[in-house]
Every structure is written in C-alpha cells, then in structure tokens.
C-alpha cells in the first residue's frame, strides 16, 4: 500500500495529510480503485492519531476523492463515478468564512518565535527598547538590519538612506506627503491599494488611474499621462502587493522606470511581500534610485503584529521623508523595533518568509482546485487572489448573497482609482483562514455560487 512521507506533514497534520494523499491521486501514484491504508495503519505508519487520519479521510470524501464500503475500506474513486455533492448551498458555522482581510498566514511556529524572541528581549534588554521616548529611527543597528532585509529584497541600499517605519501603509502616506503638494496630480493603476485611494483623498491630491494589462501599467498609458497632466508620482505595486496579484516583468519594470526618469517623476514603490514573493525580478527602485523611495514591511513576510517596515530613499528625499515619517506617527515603537532587528540579524524573519511563501504555495494549490473551471488571477507567492464575476453577477448582489452563506469577500470599490469601470471582481484572501480544510470549503461555497445565476439561487435567511 502507498503511505507518504512523514516528514512531509506539517500542521495542521490532518489537512497536510489530506493535501499529500490529493497529490498523489493526481499524479497517478494512487490510481482510480486503488485502497488506501486503514486507518490504524496509516496512523502507526505516521506516528499519528487515528482521529487526524479520519479527519484527513473525510476531508477526501467530501472532495469526491475516495469512497469507502464495509469490508472494501478507503479507495480512490472514479472521476466519473456519481457520489454525493460536493458542495451544498448553505449557510456556513457561527464563524464563517472571513475572506476580506489580506494577511499572511500564521501558525503554532509563530507563536512560538515570539515567545521566545520576547523572553530574549526581557533577559537580554536594549536600553533604547525600554528607555527611548521617541522614535528610534536614527539608531545604527536598525538601519544595518533594514540594508541587510532590503539586500534580501533585491534592493542595494546603504544604512544611511533607510528609515523606519510602522509598516507599508505609514511609509505610503509618509512618502507622498513628503514628494507632493495639494493639488499634485499622482499616477497609479486603475485598480490599486486601498490605502493609495483614500489617501490621495486625505492629501488633496489628484489620483488618476492608468490603464492595466496581464504586467501591470501599460508604458503607453504612462507616458500619455506624463505628457497630459504633470503628474508629480507613480505609485507601483509590481510584486504581488495590489489587490490583483501581478508579477512585473523585469522588462516592464525598466519601461516604466525609464518614462519616469524623462518625465522627472518620483517613484513610490510598494513591496509589502519582501521576499516572500518569489522569483521577483529587480525592484523598479533598483532601476530608477536617484527617483525611488522604496517601503516594506515585516508584518507580511513574518507575524501580522509585527508592524515594522523600512524606507529606503536617496540622500536628496530623506530629510523631508524622515519628517514625515515622524508627523505621521513616528516609526514603529523601540521594542518592535529592536524585535525587528534581532530577527533580521539571527535569520528568524528569512526563514518566517520561507515558511510563509511555502504555506501560500500550498493555498495556492488549494485554490485550483476549488476553484477549478472559475477563471481568476493568482501566484503561487500571493497573499490573495482576484476573482472577477461571470455574466450576470453585481458585485453588490454577490457580496450580498455570499454573506448569507457568512461569507465575507473585499468588493472592487475601494481599490478602484478615481473615473474607474468598475471591473466587477472580488478580492479573496488566502492566509485570513488558518485551517486549510476551512479555506477549502470556503472557497467551494465560492465556486459553487459561480456556477448559479443570481435568479435562480434560493433566498438564504442569515
């Protein structure tokens, strides 16, 4: 009988299990009839509980995957043979299905590293995390360990030319107040950061959204703009930060870079995944550095809490970014920032981001096959994915009716630059969910929706 690896699970062991005997099913290794272990033996196999393996086993039955008989036991079904639904209409448990927030994924491990980080930081306490009474920007180890991330992110940059931020979010505000005025007129693509909408609205500045592709920004519709409207910014989310998941190429990076560079235009370069975006090409910082000012964030690529991010900028911007970085609530607090700076240096925040890129690619697969025959863009690496709705759907009527079925996707409207078509699509996040056999069934309610025309589904009371 076929058995998996055991060092292969992970938890939660139940649906690592489930995900292991999937894959050999589609590769053939388990062929349709083939029976699998009872449950006993694949538990002392494992060294797990026969409760896991049953939980893992039932996981496969409700994807129509296996079937079992009284004194057949567990085997691999027939793609054709007829079975039960696998999805049905109706409503989810108390909890629901939360896919509107965009958050990495987190687990026991987590938890772990910062208990033992925080017991580090109480036996072995640097003053400035306890003693400092502002912000802790200026400190030298701290820009050492952002130069040391940022290398990690493609991006040469000196400690002289990074500041500390509370994460991504701070650094974009920070950054267009400090390269802007009111009235400005700043450029960004048609379907953008929530946060770029808003604030723009807040600064008194001019967003105007330019026309997207498969890479993201067209150059034409760059260029056009340069040329029309003195724009003084290009805001950029080229590795996989906007609510469409894309990968710049590195040829459309160098394109945009160097229209910006004719036209004298600043770029703000959003990076919010770090290194947990996988086979990224250069940042456009890189490209372009007399004109970039580059952010990140550690709250993506380690634990949500740890809201910390550095800014990286040539010498001529830093002075007027370090001021705003200061009126916009300072930098992140001494203890986060130290807490940052140990895991960059001892390599807990490089592996945190390998764990989470491989948890997102193992999200990533899930999300094929639940939604497989439902068009949508997606990477391996992404924290979420972008789902436009089939002919007949409203967006406001598929929000509606998925949150009688307590579910909770973020609708297009935020992200939508000003004089937008609405596209009619949902973001969906991949990480807000920690347990994988939830995340599965969600996005099948997801799909099976799809695949129903608003009038012909059954009113559901919430």
């Known amino acids: 009988?076929?058995?998996?690896?055991?060092?292969?699970?992970?938890?939660?062991?139940?649906?690592?299990?489930?995900?292991?005997?999937?894959?050999?099913?589609l590769q053939q290794k388990l062929p349709a009839g083939a029976r699998l272990p009872p449950h006993r033996k694949m538990a002392d196999r494992l060294g797990l509980s026969v409760h896991t393996v049953s939980k893992a086993y039932e996981s496969l039955r409700k994807q129509n995957l296996i079937d079992g008989q009284v004194g057949r036991g567990s085997y691999v079904r027939r793609p054709d043979a007829p079975g039960r639904p696998a999805v049905q209409l109706k409503p989810a448990s108390a909890a629901g299905f939360d896919f509107s927030i965009s958050r990495p994924v987190h687990g026991r491990e987590h938890a772990e590293r910062l208990q033992k980080a925080l017991q580090d930081l109480a036996v072995h306490p640097e003053s400035s995390a306890f003693l400092s009474g502002r912000a802790a920007a200026v400190h030298d180890v701290h820009r050492a360990a952002g130069a040391q991330w940022l290398a990690r992110c493609g991006l040469a940059a000196a400690p002289e030319q990074i500041v500390m931020t509370n994460g991504a979010s701070h650094?974009?505000?920070?950054?267009?107040?400090?390269?802007?005025?009111?009235?400005d007129t700043v450029l960004s693509g048609s379907i953008t950061h929530h946060l770029i909408v808003s604030g723009?609205?807040?600064?008194g500045l001019a967003l105007a959204g330019l026309e997207m592709d498969a890479d993201g920004i067209l150059p034409d519709a760059l260029e056009r703009a340069c040329r029309d409207s003195d724009p003084k910014a290009l805001l950029l989310l080229p590795s996989l930060a906007g609510p469409v998941p894309v990968m710049m190429p590195e040829e459309r990076r160098r394109e945009l870079a160097g229209i910006a560079r004719r036209h004298e235009l600043f770029i703000i370069e959003n990076d919010a995944c770090g290194p947990v975006a996988e086979d990224r090409p250069l940042p456009v910082s890189a490209l372009a550095a007399d004109r970039s000012v580059y952010l990140t964030t550690l709250a993506k690529c380690t634990v949500p809490g740890l809201q910390a991010g550095y800014m990286a900028a040539p010498g001529h911007?830093?002075?007027?970014?370090?001021?705003?970085?200061?009126?916009?609530?300072?930098?992140?607090?001494?203890?986060?920032?130290?807490?940052?700076?140990?895991?960059?240096?001892?390599?807990t925040a490089l592996e945190l981001a390998a764990w989470q890129r491989d948890a997102l690619r193992a999200r990533h697969r899930i999300a094929c096959t639940a939604l497989r025959g439902t068009p949508w863009t997606g990477h391996p690496s992404a924290l979420h994915l972008?789902?436009?709705?089939?002919?007949?759907?409203?967006?406001?009527?598929?929000?509606?009716?998925a949150r009688q079925l307590k579910i909770t996707v973020a609708p297009d409207t935020p992200f939508l630059?000003?004089?937008?078509?609405?596209?009619?699509?949902?973001?969906?996040?991949?990480?807000?969910?920690?347990?994988e056999t939830r995340l599965r069934k969600g996005l099948e309610l997801v799909s099976a929706m799809l695949t129903q025309t608003p009038e012909s589904l059954p009113h559901v009371s919430c």
Do not use: K, N
Request: charged share 10%.
């Open 317 to 347: 911007l830093l002075p007027a970014l370090a001021s705003r970085v200061l009126g916009f609530g300072a930098t992140a607090a001494p203890l986060i920032c130290d807490l940052a700076s140990r895991w960059v240096a001892d390599g």
């Open 1 to 25: 009988m076929w058995y998996p690896d055991p060092a292969t699970l992970q938890p939660p062991l139940h649906s690592s299990l489930a995900a292991a005997i999937e894959q050999a099913i």
């Open 386 to 401: 972008w789902l436009p709705l089939p002919e007949g759907w409203q967006v406001g009527s598929f929000f509606q009716y």
């Open 417 to 435: 630059a000003p004089r937008t078509r609405p596209p009619g699509g949902v973001r969906i996040s991949l990480g807000a969910i920690p347990d």
């Open 200 to 203: 723009c609205s807040y600064l």
């Open 171 to 183: 650094a974009m505000c920070a950054a267009l107040s400090a390269l802007t005025r009111p009235g």
